[in-house]
């Protein structure tokens, strides 16, 4: 029994604290690292993990306090899973309790118990006798269509909750038992689809990389068949008893996949994602931990989930920024993926139409094998491009005169046309005629959005609402006109130029209510004639096989992005859109509409395609020494008064200039304090530190450094700061 419990709380705090054990019993167990206590911290009870144990302490052995008690008998996660939320905390230098605990399960953070909520149930094959329990009987009948026996999934497609089945159960016309894990195999409810030597290729190479790590690129073309490609290898994967995790940037978007994957394995498939109650979440977490799922599906932090057996990860769509969590625990859900297929010596699929550059640059360095998948499947041609220059060109509402024509033309041959416009909302801000004041955010330095479907200001920024003005906070005139174009002002302009066609608005205020994106998808795919418009959630893997033509509405709104990543974002953009058009055998038109017709980065990617822009790219980022050539960090304080921020960043920038620290600093590039490109959000002015350096492990001895000495700052507890490293977006 050790005499000390080193043991670490989700607060924030980057140290361990330690507890005393409780003398062990019958019913107190030993303590082991991975267990959860309960412990008293200051005047609260929290739950901490143990991370080790020991008989010294440089604390003062009688100020220690027991813990309270123990939440487990063993360990909640796997030693793989335990390894990378360790190596995960302190590559992103985020306290290693918040880590570890982001691993968990909502519930499991809590001082919950891990009692299994999966069940089977049994019937008894009796014929009871209900009288007058009408309901009771209705139901007793209902489960006999699950006879003999069936599980919690089945009983909630029977919209059944497990609380009704109690009164059953206390008469022992039901029992109840805990699934055993099944063996892996393969069972195929649909043959696969022949396919193309490039994709047979990648699939016959991928079935002899079992068992060791390596890393895979598939780069191919939109509707080169990638998704068969995964489809097959999975079931390879099958046939050996392993089972896969496979990522995707957001469920609700891939209803196809979902699909595809039902209809094709008859085999346990378990979908992981924010639309699921803590509880059914606790619930997949469980029956994935206990091997009852042979395919987990899921999006970022599905990367956590326990899986025994676990043979492949494919990572869809992986240059897709939802992989990146944007706050807290700032970690890139691809890299940690690849961190944890190769602990487990285990391959790794990337797959995407236009690559990150993270990606490509692993490709040229040799540590990543690409596969091209450069030919459509099913015949379908690719699709021709078609710039149209703004400048020159009568619009209505952000649609050119020839960009019309050419819709007209597509929906009288009885086509589908796709509309990409990234803003939602009637129109980017509201604006006065008189004195040309825009209605800015009282929260943000930004305009608020002006909404009609309700009507009202919108802050996309901090979500503050308001209703429209009726005259300008200013000058009092009455003049207010929108400003700009949204997708609910575009939607309007379709409907009265196109008045005999469905027009079909996809964005994120359209698709908010469950089961509304499904319903307009399938009008869609019932195949008539009808203009979609949306969002870049329209970019997002949708297969729309009657779409011949796609255009991007305003491509301009990206291109001078003073983030560094601006280009690449749109390039992508600009490609997954036009990917959408000619996907059967229709050949497709994709239209640029740009005021910047000759823009190098348009040109390129119009004349010679994504792979050719994507290298151009990377060479200018070496020069600048810009990631993914170089590394980079970037410190982030926000502070209700705009002075504090800057007064932590400018103390962080002195300590940077500290003569010790020079054999990391030598070679550092760091830029700022600088304002946020926002330089006030919800109410709090943001500042940032950039710092970028070309060899990764000096970065990192420096930025543990800088964190300590923050830690240890007494300026510091008073403002918010954080630290992204690899940032995806600056500012
Ligand atoms: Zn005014
Ligand atoms: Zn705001």
New binding site residues.
């Given amino acids: 029994m050790p005499k000390y419990l080193h043991i670490v709380l989700a607060t924030g705090l980057r140290q361990e604290f330690t507890y005393l054990p409780l003398a062990t019993s019958d019913s107190v167990p030993a303590p082991a690292v991975g267990l959860r206590v309960r412990v008293a911290f200051g005047r609260s009870e929290r739950v901490g993990l143990i991370v080790g144990m020991g008989d010294n302490t440089t604390f003062d052995a009688n100020k220690i306090k027991p813990i309270l008690g123990y939440l487990d008998t063993t360990a909640l996660l796997p030693p793989a899973l335990w390894q990378l939320g360790l190596w995960a905390a302190e590559y992103y230098q985020y306290p290693t309790g918040d880590a570890l605990m982001h691993l968990l399960p909502a519930k499991l953070r809590r001082d919950k118990p891990n009692q299994l909520i999966q069940l089977n149930w049994q019937l008894a094959d009796i014929e009871p006798d209900f009288g007058r329990a009408h309901k009771q009987k209705a139901l007793w009948q209902q489960l006999q269509s699950l006879a003999p026996a069936f599980n919690l999934d089945q009983l909630q497609k029977q919209n059944i909750k497990p609380s009704q089945l109690k009164p059953f159960i206390e008469k022992q016309w039901l029992s109840t038992s805990q699934p055993q894990p099944q063996a892996v195999s393969l069972q195929l409810s649909q043959s696969p689809l022949d396919l193309n030597e490039e994709q047979a290729a990648v699939v016959s190479h991928l079935a002899s990389a079992h068992h060791c790590f390596s890393c895979h690129l598939i780069n191919g073309v939109t509707g080169s068949g990638k998704t068969e490609v995964y489809l097959q290898a999975m079931a390879q994967m099958l046939t050996t008893g392993q089972r896969i995790l496979l990522l995707v940037p957001e469920i609700g978007l891939t209803p196809q996949l979902l699909q595809r994957l039902d209809a094709r394995f008859n085999n346990r498939v378990l979908a992981l994602h924010s639309g699921l109650t803590e509880h059914q979440r606790l619930n997949a977490w469980q029956q994935a931990n206990l091997g009852q799922a042979d395919i987990i599906i899921g999006t970022r932090s599905a990367l956590f989930t326990p899986i025994p057996k676990l043979g492949l990860i494919i990572i869809d769509e992986e240059h897709d920024q939802a992989y990146k969590q944007q706050e807290g625990f700032r970690y890139h859900g691809r890299d940690l993926a690849i961190k944890r297929a190769a602990d487990a010596r285990i391959p790794i699929v990337l797959g995407s139409a236009t690559p990150s550059l993270e990606s490509l640059a692993n490709v040229s360095r040799g540590r990543f094998q690409q596969w091209l998948l450069t030919q459509r499947a099913g015949g379908a041609s690719k699709q021709r491009y078609e710039v149209i220059d703004l400048r020159n060109q009568p619009q209505q509402a952000g649609i050119s005169l020839q960009l019309q024509d050419m819709v007209g033309i597509q929906l009288e041959l009885g086509h589908q046309v796709l509309l990409m416009l990234n803003r939602r909302g009637f129109a980017p801000s509201l604006q006065c005629q008189s004195c040309g004041q825009t209605a800015q ?4 330095d ?1 305009n ?1 959005t002006l909404h009609r479907r309700p009507p009202r200001l919108h ?6 609402q308001q209703s429209v003005y009726l005259h300008c906070p200013q000058c009092n005139s009455h003049q207010l006109k929108p400003l700009g174009q949204g997708t609910e002002r575009t939607e309007e302009q379709l409907q009265s130029l196109f008045p005999n066609t469905p027009v079909y608005r996809i964005d994120r205020d359209s698709t908010r209510n469950k089961g509304s994106l499904e319903a307009m998808l399938a009008q869609v795919h019932a195949g008539g004639p009808c203009l979609l418009l949306g969002t870049q959630m329209l970019a997002k893997g949708h297969h729309f096989p009657k779409v011949t033509l796609a255009a991007i509405l305003d491509a301009d709104a990206s291109l001078f992005s003073s983030d560094f990543r601006g280009p690449e974002k749109l390039a992508q953009l600009l490609v997954q859109t036009a990917g959408r058009a000619g996907r059967e055998n229709i050949p497709g038109t994709a239209v640029i509409q740009t005021y910047q017709a000759d823009h190098p980065t348009i040109d390129l990617l119009v004349t010679k395609g994504y792979n050719a822009f994507a290298q151009q790219e990377l060479a200018s980022r070496q020069q600048s020494g810009l990631p993914p050539l170089g590394h980079m960090a970037l410190f982030h304080a926000q502070a209700k008064d705009a002075n504090h921020a800057f007064t932590l960043l400018n103390w962080l920038a002195q300590q940077i200039q500290d003569p010790t620290l020079a054999d990391l600093t030598r070679s550092l590039l760091m830029f700022g304090p600088m304002p946020a490109f926002m330089a006030r ?2 109410h709090f002015y943001r500042a940032q530190l950039q710092l970028q350096h070309p060899h990764r492990k000096q970065l990192q001895q420096l930025l543990q450094q800088l964190c300590t000495r923050l830690d240890e700052h007494p300026g510091a507890r008073k403002i918010r700061w954080s630290l992204d490293i690899d940032p995806q977006e600056l500012g």
Wanted: aromatic share 0%; charged share 15%; hydrophobic share 30%.
């Fill in positions: 955010c009282p929260a943000c930004a608020m802050c996309h920024h901090c979500e503050h959000r919800a």
